[in-house]
């Protein structure tokens, strides 16, 4: 599998700067967040730039936060589908969202990823994109997603084909699960991004930040990498690392260290 660069794994880099050094190090993809595409001067632009590397765009990151059911989420998402489209990538990843404020109500959030669905798939189709759930570590689910398995993101895209609602299989929030090798392979046909980092310890006071490069923790690479594949996935292996100290790290440091942990621990599995 190829190597693409999830942007927020240099958060202070500008696209101009990731994808120049995307370019240096003989990384093909590169995966943008909607806010380093909008600083690039819009989707249009970001498009430009990166087809002047000769970058592949592997997904948009994101769109989502949908529990509340209310119609600027939904119109937020439609915007966000038009980007990816524009930047010319298939896979819009979703982070669902968590509780809303104030509420206890679990099922009902995720009833209201479902409608989400029912109500962006048919723009997502008109437009080439498909919606990528992305299952989070449960302990977001109060915040951030309140779709904590790859089970349960099957099961919210089952209803829908293959081509228009996909799954996200992120090392990082996956790996724990007892269940992940039976539904990597059920997820054949609908993975729509391998994203890797490693889980390290002791997690910092924001958890979100507790990710760490390929190799530096407690996550096995080979077994979930071969699933994927043997799963029937083709496309990149998108890194996408939230951690401060590397955030703080020289960019280009951070990129050759990426290239040199997939080498060891990803394409060699």
């Known amino acids: 599998m190829k190597l693409s660069l999830n942007t927020a794994t240099v958060k202070r880099a500008t696209l101009a700067e990731a994808a120049r050094l995307c370019a240096e190090n003989g990384v093909d993809g590169i995966g943008p967040w909607r ?4 600083a690039a001067g819009g989707a249009r632009a970001a498009r430009e730039l990166l ?47 968590g509780l809303p404020e104030r509420s206890r109500d679990l099922p009902g959030a995720r009833a209201n990823v479902a409608r989400a669905l029912e109500l962006l798939v048919p723009y997502a189709r008109q437009r080439g994109v498909r919606l990528a759930i992305e299952p989070l570590h449960p302990m977001f ?25 996909g799954v996200v299989v992120d090392t990082y929030h996956v790996w724990w699960d007892p269940e992940l090798f039976p539904q990597v392979a059920r997820a054949a046909g609908r993975i729509s991004a391998y994203q890797v980092c490693d889980w390290v310890v002791p997690l910092p006071a924001d958890m979100l930040l507790g990710r760490g ?21 083709t496309g990149y292996v998108e890194v996408e690392i939230f951690n401060q100290e590397i955030w703080d790290t020289d ?19």
Do not use: K, W
Request: net charge negative; aromatic share 4%; glycine share 10%.
């Open 35 to 38: 806010d380093v595409v909008a």
């Open 51 to 97: 087809d002047g590397y000769g970058l592949t765009v592997t997904s948009l990151c994101r769109g989502g936060f949908v529990t509340t059911g209310s119609p600027e989420s939904i119109e937020d998402n439609r915007r966000a589908v038009d980007e990816a489209a524009e930047l010319g990538t298939a896979e819009l990843v979703l982070v669902v969202g």
């Open 141 to 165: 689910c109060a915040d951030r997603a309140v779709v904590s398995t790859l089970g349960q993101a099957l099961d919210l895209a089952e209803p829908f084909a293959p081509d228009e609602v």
């Open 213 to 233: 490069h390929v190799g530096d923790g407690h996550i096995a690479f080979a077994p979930i990498t071969a699933a994927v594949a043997a799963a029937g996935y």
């Open 251 to 269: 960019p280009a440091l951070t990129v050759r260290t990426m290239v040199d942990r997939h080498r060891v621990h990803i394409a060699a599995s």
